[in-house]
């Protein structure tokens, strides 16, 4: 597989992203067939951008400190530790509930997430092909997405967990 779809982190100041963004704000490019993006619905497509384009939040209240991206979704983490998802759902990667055969275009919060981890912050991010990690501020791993291989690490092999679950080490 090549890199179909690309993303980067741009440095700014508290107040200073431009469009009301604050901090740091995050560009993407590429393919943007299952919403990767971040951008919002033309003419009922999802589309495609062959510049650095921002990823358009609805609300964003914080900086973006890590981006991460798997098969069709990304997921980014901000300096107050919350966990924003898009992109492709099928299978339950962007950590909340949205219609299986639908693909997220615009980033939201990984609300449950955000009640689960330790002190309410998540540290960083990894994504899979179609699941997806935390590690919050006390070191514990949470995971969601396709499971169906064992990839969660939560010791059920399920189709698909869209709820992040805590992982256990032994």
């Given at each position: 597989?090549?890199?179909?779809?690309?993303?980067?982190?741009?440095?700014?100041?508290?107040?200073?992203?431009?469009?009301?963004?604050?901090?740091?704000?995050?560009?993407?490019?590429?393919?943007?067939?299952?919403?990767?993006?971040?951008?919002?619905?033309?003419?009922?497509?999802?589309?495609s951008v062959n510049t650095p384009t921002v990823v358009k939040f609805d609300k964003l209240e914080n900086s973006i400190v890590r981006v991460a991206s798997g098969n069709g979704h990304v997921s980014c983490v901000t300096d107050a530790g919350e966990v924003y998802g898009?992109?492709?759902?099928?299978?339950?990667?962007?950590?909340?509930?949205i219609e299986r055969s639908n693909n997220q275009p615009t980033p939201m919060i990984v609300d449950t997430l955000v009640k689960q981890a330790k002190g309410g912050v998540v540290k960083t991010i990894a994504c899979g092909q179609s699941h997806s990690l935390a590690i919050d501020v006390e070191g514990t791993m949470h995971a969601w997405g396709?499971?169906?291989?064992?990839?969660?690490?939560?010791?059920?092999?399920?189709?698909?967990?869209?709820i992040p679950k805590m992982v256990s080490f032994k």
């Open positions: 597989d090549s890199l179909r779809s690309a993303m980067v982190i741009q440095a700014g100041s508290k107040g200073g992203g431009g469009k009301g963004v604050p901090g740091a704000i995050c560009f993407a490019w590429g393919a943007g067939s299952n919403g990767q993006l971040g951008q919002p619905v033309v003419n009922g497509q999802l589309r898009w992109g492709d759902g099928r299978s339950g990667q962007l950590g909340y509930i396709a499971g169906k291989n064992g990839q969660l690490g939560t010791s059920r092999n399920v189709p698909y967990e869209p």
